[in-house]
């Protein structure tokens, strides 16, 4: 089956720091979900981009779909301690499989 | 609050027992599915229903049944399942199944199995 590898497994930051993480496909999606769940709750959509290429922003968020449409990636700027939680990414296909996710990227920020 | 509702947050039950898991969305969705989370191990789809009709299982074992009456809710009924059933059950919707459709998620169901 399709798989998705998400990179950092974790992070340890700084409050005031910029976030990168990423996520690899080895197949082509046509969508690409960024989602966060803090501990208690359900993941909750952050983001989603539908076209190779595109850029989009949502506060301090920015994700971005890959050219190859096999990777996309989500930066957070400024950190504040309430970005601490499990960020996943997931991915639909053209054939219009159900989504696959990431492993999740836990984020931790040290005040 | 995401719209889509799940109870109860928590759950006990010995190995032996049934018992329901319920989710209820009021976003006008037409699509639900039902995800298993464990530890350090990414979510896991394990049916979705759209427009009622199941049009996806995962390779479920029968101890979980799913059942969706209509639109807005869907429901899990579990018996006689194993520890490693222990999780985080996750109920998600989207306006219909398919492509390009993002998926809202409730807060979950925390199950233990003793």
């Known amino acids: 089956g399709q798989q998705l590898n998400q990179s950092p497994q974790s992070m340890f930051i700084q409050e005031g720091e910029d976030v990168s993480m990423n996520c690899t496909s080895s197949?082509?999606?046509?969508?690409w979900l960024w989602y966060k769940q803090d501990p208690g709750e359900g993941p909750v959509l952050l983001i989603a981009?539908?076209?190779?290429?595109e850029l989009t922003s949502n506060g301090r968020l920015t994700a971005q779909f890959g050219i190859t449409r096999k990777d996309s990636f989500l930066n957070i700027s400024a950190s504040i301690p309430s970005d601490v939680g499990i960020y996943f990414c997931?991915?639909?296909?053209?054939?219009?499989?159900?989504?696959?996710f990431g492993g999740g990227t836990r984020l931790m920020v040290k005040p | 609050e995401t719209g889509v509702t799940q109870t109860p947050r928590h759950l006990v039950m010995g190995m032996t027992n049934k018992k329901s898991l319920k989710c209820e969305q009021h976003?006008?969705?037409?699509?639900m599915y039902w995800y298993k989370q464990s530890a350090k191990k990414p979510l896991e789809l394990m049916f979705v229903?759209?427009?009622?009709?199941?049009?996806e299982n995962n390779s479920v074992p029968s101890r979980f049944s799913p059942e969706c009456p209509n639109s807005s809710h869907l429901f899990l009924h579990l018996h006689t399942l194993q520890p490693e059933d222990s999780a985080l059950y996750l109920c998600?919707?989207?306006?219909?199944?398919?492509?390009?459709?993002?998926?809202?998620f409730g807060d979950g169901t925390r199950l233990s199995i003793l």
């Open positions: 998600a919707s989207s306006l219909e199944g398919g492509a390009n459709q993002p998926q809202h």
């Open positions: 197949s082509i999606f046509n969508t």
């Open positions: 981009l539908y076209k190779a290429g």
């Open positions: 997931a991915g639909q296909d053209n054939a219009g499989n159900m989504l696959t």
């Open positions: 976003l006008g969705h037409n699509a």
């Open positions: 229903y759209n427009f009622k009709e199941q049009t």
